[in-house]
């Protein structure tokens, strides 16, 4: 008897930890993240003192801080005033504090460098090592906390953004299993 309760717990455990694994690599961040090669690229290093929103963020660049808007994506909304609250806005949000939020990150810009509100508006990488870097924007749809969104003139990577939201949208990945809920009062492009 004591065998047959040892046999049923040993494969319960297993299958829990089988689950878990799938889950984790269905729906993981880190087969998710966007990795490409930053070599030849202009980079601005700077530190992330506050996260605001799932694509906003308070960073200090030489002594100064600057407000830093994410280019070619758009994470739905945690708290923002006279807009309704999107579908996994918190956990876009959650997941830019856990990532970003008092480390060390590499700014670049495109065409135009800040947006009407002022803020600066650049592409973001992560850990950064040996020509090669984590292009956090690129994570963002890819993970499908944000869908792309283009403003020109700053459309440098659209096509690379483009294709990993396709891949987030056919795996029905975060927003893309409710995308009305994640942006209601929001056109989504295709």
């Given amino acids: ?13 297993v299958t829990v930890w089988a689950l878990t ?13 966007a990795l490409v090669d930053i070599s030849g ?3 601005q290093k700077a530190t992330v003192t506050r996260v605001v929103d799932g694509d906003t963020f308070v960073a200090k660049v030489g002594g100064k801080e ?16 006279n807009r309704p609250k999107g579908y996994l806005g918190e956990e876009a949000k959650q997941y830019t504090m856990e990532r970003l939020e008092g480390k060390e990150v590499w700014l670049e810009k495109d065409v ?21 870097g984590e292009f956090f924007n690129g994570t963002l749809v890819r993970s499908g906390l944000a869908r792309l969104a283009t403003f020109p003139p700053n459309v ?7 294709k ?7 795996a029905e990945r975060g927003v893309w299993k409710n995308i009305k809920e994640a942006f209601p009062d929001r056109k989504v492009e295709k």
Avoid at 23 to 33: H, L, P, S, Y
Avoid at 164 to 170: F, G, L, M, S, V
Wanted: charged residues 35%.
């Fill in 66 to 81: 600057h407000k830093v808007r994410l280019i070619l994506v758009d994470t739905p909304e945690s708290k923002a005033p």
């Fill in 21 to 33: 694994a799938c889950a984790i690599q269905e729906d993981g961040k880190q087969e998710t993240r």
């Fill in 164 to 170: 990993w939201q396709t891949e987030a949208r056919n």
């Fill in 156 to 162: 440098k990577y659209v096509e690379q953004i483009r």
């Fill in 112 to 132: 135009q460098s800040n947006d009407r509100y002022g803020r600066w508006l650049r592409y973001v990488y992560v850990d950064v090592d040996g020509g090669k």
């Fill in 41 to 43: 690229k202009k980079l």
């Fill in 1 to 13: 008897m004591k065998r047959k309760i040892g046999w049923i717990l040993a494969v319960f455990l």
